[in-house]
């Protein structure tokens, strides 16, 4: 237990659907993260939440929104992926800010789209 | 491109042996080093990290190495045990930047 938890496990959706992945961390950190997970690929950083502020943005596609109502808590909001979306969508948090120090990972979401 | 990689995708080690795991990366400006640990269907957890003012770190059954000459980290593993069958990831940052992270290395243990 890492102290950052995931929800759902897992999620179905079809290419016209809206669904959204949520991330909260227990450890009274200021930086939250999202990564997409491959397989055969690196560790992909989608976005940096640093103190609610978004600091970071690796180009990825609108039909991901990210939200971070407060430094515990991390939204993905998706609508209208492609079947290449599918993966596993991990969340983390770290102390330091963006970028700095250990990141602690949740256990993550397996997405498929269909 | 990717600065950060493993020279092998695959480690199969055998019960009670020490295991090394490789790692090399391109940016001579990282100054941060962490190795994380991913079992099947968990998130990464960390193990060790290492900063640039640092050749060696150990933990508990865990080293790393780190040669900033050619550009290497390592994460030694002694006695391994089947319980470390995982993947393992390195990582490097500069500053205050993200972590960019290698592909992977799977460790399989042999009872």
């Known amino acids: 237990e890492t102290g950052v938890t995931q929800t759902p496990r897992h999620l179905v959706m079809g290419m016209t659907n809206k669904k959204s992945l949520k991330c909260e961390q227990h450890l009274g950190h200021n930086a939250m993260y999202w990564y997409k997970q491959s397989a055969k690929k690196p560790l992909e950083l989608m976005f940096v939440y640093n103190f609610k502020e978004q600091t970071e943005n690796n180009s990825v596609p609108s039909r991901f929104s990210p939200e971070c109502p407060n430094s515990s808590h991390l939204f993905l909001h998706l609508h209208t992926l492609q079947p290449e979306d599918s993966a596993l969508y991990l969340c983390?948090?770290?102390?330091?800010?963006?970028?700095?120090?250990?990141?602690?990972f949740g256990p993550g979401t397996r997405l498929t789209v269909l | 491109g990717e600065s950060v990689g493993l020279h092998l995708p695959t480690l199969s080690v055998q019960e009670g042996d020490n295991s090394i795991i490789n790692c090399a990366y391109s940016?001579?400006?990282?100054?941060?080093f962490i190795w994380y640990k991913q079992e099947s269907g968990k998130g990464p957890q960390f193990i060790i990290d290492?900063?640039?003012?640092?050749d060696k770190r150990q933990g508990q059954r865990v080293t790393v190495l780190l040669n900033k000459t050619v550009k290497h980290l390592s994460l030694q593993i002694a006695a391994t045990q089947p319980g470390d069958s995982a993947v393992y990831f390195c990582a490097e940052r500069v500053g205050n930047t993200p972590l960019v992270f290698g592909k992977g290395t799977r460790l399989s243990v042999i009872a």
């Open positions: 983390a948090s770290s102390q330091e800010g963006a970028g700095g120090g250990e990141q602690f």
């Open positions: 290492i900063r640039s003012n640092m």
């Open positions: 940016n001579s400006a990282s100054d941060y």
